[in-house]
């Protein structure tokens, strides 16, 4: 039998932490039972990852939200405001769905809060308000859009992959997905416009 070459065999190491770790939580997820999974012994993890926190480091970043980041549309996209906003959040619901098993752990160890996991996740998930906040300036410049508007709306989309990402992988929650950016967009965009109306 030959044996897999480092490197993949390091990929696979994380595939299968980042599995576990949706599946069971990070506390849920030992070197031990990692190692079963992998077929490997403890040791071999080890050679790979000094420690468990360097593993849930590079299983978080290997979920590769560092992909999502990148501008989806560098072009920047035709229409109103509300279809640009609308198109941008579509866009991003469907990557977190694809990517599913990264977010799942996002928002279980936010609720656990293992320090292990939940620094490099608190990271990814300011790193994520950022790169929002920047494509909104690129997307939809001609919106008033702030920094606590932008915090919003990330708590939106994380609303939306909580309410989403349980059920199954079916045509009917990529349209539920698409209504959702649609009604958000709407939302944000009528709020950003007219705060004070929101409060009457």
């Known amino acids: 039998m030959a044996i897999a070459p480092p490197r993949d065999q390091r990929t696979r190491i994380l595939d299968a ?8 939580g990070a506390r849920g997820m030992s070197m031990r039972r990692l190692a079963a ?31 999502l ?10 229409g109103p405001p509300e279809a640009r906003l609308a198109a941008l959040l579509d866009h991003l619901f469907a990557e977190m769905v694809d990517t599913g098993d990264l977010w799942r752990v996002l928002l279980s160890e936010c609720l656990h809060g293992d320090d292990d996991v939940l620094a490099p996740l608190l990271e990814m998930s300011a790193a994520f308000e950022h790169a ?54 709407s939302v944000f965009l009528r709020l950003a416009h007219d705060p004070a109306g929101a409060r009457s």
């Open 17 to 24: 932490a980042l599995g576990l770790m949706a599946e069971r």
């Open 37 to 67: 999974a992998c077929d490997l012994n403890v040791a071999t993890l080890y050679h790979y990852f000094p420690s468990k926190q360097d593993l849930f480091r590079e299983a978080i970043a290997h979920g590769r939200y560092d992909a």
């Open 69 to 78: 980041l990148a501008n989806p549309f560098p072009d920047g996209l035709a």
């Open 132 to 185: 929002l906040g920047a494509w909104l300036a690129d997307i939809v410049p001609d919106a008033a859009i702030d920094r606590q508007a932008v915090r919003l709306l990330r708590h939106a989309v994380y609303g939306v992959l909580i309410e989403h990402l349980p059920q199954a992988d079916v045509p009917a929650r990529r349209d539920a997905l698409a209504e959702r950016a649609r009604d958000i967009a």
